[in-house]
């Protein structure tokens, strides 16, 4: 069963936009989550995190907003860059246990110029 | 700034060859993690290990196993290489505590014919 589902597979939104990936959880003891990008062919880079004592947390063009009671969380891209253009792994951990970390299955964005 | 290596980007065998991988970390992380990542699958964890000559298994540990004698340096083992071990595999490491973000290698694609 999966813990970290991300329900979309695939996503495009033209340049300028906004880009909004989503991510939602189930096991209500995770307080830690993060965003990796990955591009073909390298290992994924970290992007941004958030602790469950925050809903929100920015960095740039990035933001990530935790929604603890839906056990869902969003990373939004302002404004979309083609160089964007990625797979985009959410994960999740449980700070109680030694435990790694739990990813979802990606969703791969096209940010077409 | 955190640096991960692999020994291989791009690796070929055949089957029924022993294969060694190989990750290396230099910063004093103690945990270190091996994944692969397939199409639509996303990120499945094989093995990782908290410290010096301890592993756990992960996900899928079946045709694997996993050596760690020095702190900076975790190697994945295919005892005998099969084609469904066609992959691109990860490692990544971090620091046990409470926000533990994970840094990964370039990863190594591995084709077994």
């Known amino acids: 069963d999966q813990q970290v589902k991300q329900n979309s597979p695939s996503l495009s939104v033209q340049e300028g936009r906004i880009s909004i990936l989503n991510c939602d959880y189930t096991?209500?003891?995770?307080?830690?989550f993060l965003w990796y990008k990955k591009y073909p062919a390298e290992g994924p880079t970290f992007l941004i995190s958030?602790?469950?004592?925050?809903d929100k947390n920015e960095d740039g063009r990035f933001t990530v907003f935790l929604n603890k009671s839906a056990k869902h969380l969003s990373l939004h891209i302002v404004p979309s860059q083609p160089g964007d253009s990625a797979v985009y792994f959410c994960?999740?951990?449980?700070?109680?246990?030694?435990?790694?970390?739990?990813f979802g299955k990606g969703t791969r964005l096209s940010v077409i110029a | 700034d955190v640096k991960v290596t692999q020994s291989s980007r791009y690796l070929v065998k055949r089957t029924g060859e022993k294969v060694f991988l190989e990750c290396v970390q230099d910063m004093d992380h103690e945990n270190m993690f091996w994944y692969r990542q397939d199409p639509g699958l996303g990120l499945r964890l094989i093995y990782f290990?908290?410290?010096?000559?301890?592993?756990e298994k992960g996900d899928i540990p079946e045709g694997y196993s996993v050596s760690r004698e020095k702190k900076e340096r975790f190697s994945l083992i295919l005892e005998s290489a099969s084609t469904n071990q066609t992959s691109m595999y990860l490692c990544?490491?971090?620091?046990?505590?409470?926000?533990?973000?994970?840094?990964f290698g370039p990863g190594t694609r591995l084709t077994v014919l």
């Open positions: 994960a999740a951990s449980a700070s109680s246990g030694n435990t790694p970390l739990v």
């Open positions: 096991n209500s003891m995770f307080d830690y």
């Open positions: 290990s908290y410290d010096v000559k301890m592993k």
């Open positions: 990544a490491s971090s620091f046990s505590g409470e926000e533990d973000t994970q840094y």
């Open positions: 958030i602790s469950s004592i925050k």
